[in-house]
């Protein structure tokens, strides 16, 4: 299931229960206020843990695919700096190749 999909998912079923509480409450029926309240605050904790646990696994993975990246961009740092004078066209695609890891690592 996608994210989005849990996200609105949640939303839906906190609308209901507050609905659920409100009504409950003028009805004067407080076991279901608690049951219509609990229901909500369950389906909260799982988006939030959803939400953690998808962006902690995204965040490994990018650490992972961009290690060898970085180390072969300083690589390619050290060859061009050596070099008199450094040809514009490796530097600017040097350049290129470290924007595309800044924002793949956002």
Do not use: C
Not at 82 to 88: L, R, T
């Amino acid at each position: 299931m996608k994210l989005k999909t849990l996200r609105t998912l949640v939303g839906a079923t906190s609308v209901i229960a507050i609905t659920g509480m409100i009504v409950s409450a003028i009805l004067n029926h407080i076991g279901s206020v608690i049951a219509f309240g609990t229901f909500g605050a369950v389906a909260i904790v799982v988006m939030i843990t959803s939400t953690t646990t998808v962006r902690t696994s995204m965040q490994s993975q990018a650490s992972e695919d961009s290690a060898g990246s970085g180390e072969d961009l300083e690589l390619e740092v050290s060859r061009l700096t050596s070099q008199y004078p450094v040809p514009e066209a490796e530097v600017r695609e040097l350049i290129r190749r470290s924007v595309a890891l800044a924002r793949k690592n956002k």
